[in-house]
């Protein structure tokens, strides 16, 4: 599956081996105590924090009436100073710190990537067995394909969630090849459906964006807008991202710019806090895009690569949150070149047909690029990732496999298809 975020040539990154959580105890909470630590040279999360005293090397304005709000920091004198990172897996290594061969590295990688692949495929496991239960009833004592057993099937795929139009273009490519005789047995019909899914997640990656890499190098801040109603995971979402981000020798700076919701920006402080990212916020009712803004002039006083911005997360059919949005974006496109570069819509795998809709409502104003879906873990309907990306044409970017800080991988198409069909 590859590493999680990339825009930098290899041999910049500090990898730390995210595979594992942080501790043992289950919590989101990264463990700093007992652990072995590896000190790393000055890199870019060692920057002093956006605090309201404004210790970043380029003096920001700070506007009559507003405050900001971050985590706790260290006093002034010790603010730029080496810190040391735990090691939190056995695959933790630094680039920066350690003399590994190319060939150790690529080894360390390589582990890496086999571990995050078998969690993605424990957390579609709901939906494998739900739909293998399913194709395993329809399939039951037959030899041969009829029009019964496909209608069957039908059903078994609309049931996962993967949606009627959807289905009905799989079987229609199916009844194809029946009459081409190139589906001839029971094993042939289920490749077909396996090429035909994956061929429709594959295909939705030519829209929207597809890999951060499309955005160049020199571009900074990379700006990512998240968006999505209450109550999906767009907070712990972003926490995630932040820690993921971060990780791969990026600096990292928060915008709370879901000003409408009290709590909100106070979720996302100690999100910030649980990571070590900065978190740039103002009192509640402030203008999101006076804050976003702010935080854009802060990002480029610390020098961060990558912004994260937080939205409101009101129902998806008011039209003051959209206008909001189209406000935000234009700022953000006046201060950096192309941004907002991403705009992903968090997605609660559990809603199903639900999320889908809200996903329509969204690409409408917001101008989505790509998909984050949540709680896939959690649900027998998983499918409703196939149809996202056949009905919107939008990438899944990434996906929530459970609660722990490090629970959040790209999105693998292949993976996916293969863990639905316990390959």
């Known amino acids: 599956m590859g590493l999680f975020w990339r825009r930098k040539s290899g041999d910049e990154f500090v990898k730390l081996g ?48 507003k405050e900001r709000v971050t985590p706790p920091s260290e006093p002034a004198s010790q603010a730029v100073r080496e810190r040391p990172v735990p090691s939190r897996s056995p695959f933790a290594t630094s680039v920066l710190g350690l003399n590994l061969s190319i060939e150790e590295l690529q080894a360390q990688e390589a582990a890496l990537e086999q571990e995050f692949s078998a969690r993605f495929r424990r957390a579609v496991a709901a939906t494998r067995d739900s739909l293998s239960e399913r194709l395993d009833t329809v399939f039951a004592g037959r030899k041969q394909i009829d029009d019964e057993l496909l209608d069957q099937l039908e059903e078994a795929l609309i049931a996962a969630d993967i949606g009627v139009p959807t289905t009905l273009e799989v079987l229609e490519t199916v009844r ?112 999101p895009a006076a804050v976003l803004f702010d935080s854009l002039k802060a990002a480029k006083a610390r020098g961060s690569e990558v912004l994260i911005v937080d939205t409101a997360g009101r129902l998806h059919n008011k039209s003051n949150l959209m206008a909001e949005l189209e406000k935000m974006k234009r700022v953000a496109g006046r201060e950096v070149e192309g941004a907002p570069h991403e705009t992903l819509l968090v997605v609660d795998a559990v809603t199903g047909q639900n999320g889908l809709e809200q996903a329509r409502q969204f690409l409408k104003v917001a101008g989505v690029t790509g998909i984050v879906l949540t709680k896939l873990d959690g649900t027998a309907k998983g499918g409703i990732a196939v149809a996202i990306a056949k009905e919107l044409s939008l990438p899944i970017r990434y996906a929530g496999i459970g609660e722990k800080l490090d629970d959040l991988v790209v999105f693998d198409p292949e993976q996916y298809v293969n863990g639905l069909f316990g390959n």
């Open 18 to 65: 995210l595979n594992e959580p942080a501790s043992s105890k289950g919590n989101d909470t990264p463990a700093v105590d007992n652990t072995t630590t590896t000190t790393i040279p000055a890199a870019p999360e060692l920057m002093p924090p956006v605090t309201g005293a404004d210790p970043s090397p380029v003096p920001l304005e700070t506007k009559p009436g």
């Open 176 to 287: 194809r090849g029946i009459a081409r005789k190139q589906i001839n047995d029971l094993d042939a019909l289920k490749a077909a459906i396996k090429d035909e899914l994956l061929t429709i997640l594959k295909q939705s990656e030519r829209q929207g964006v597809a890999s951060e890499t499309s955005v160049p190098d020199g571009v900074a801040p990379y700006v990512m807008m998240i968006v999505g109603v209450n109550g999906v995971g767009k907070t712990t979402t972003i926490g995630k991202l932040a820690q993921r981000i971060k990780a791969e020798g990026n600096d990292v700076l928060i915008c709370a710019a879901d000003t409408f919701r009290a709590a909100a920006s106070d979720q996302l402080a100690i999100w910030a806090e649980r990571t070590g990212v900065p978190l740039i916020q103002q009192k509640q009712g402030t203008d």
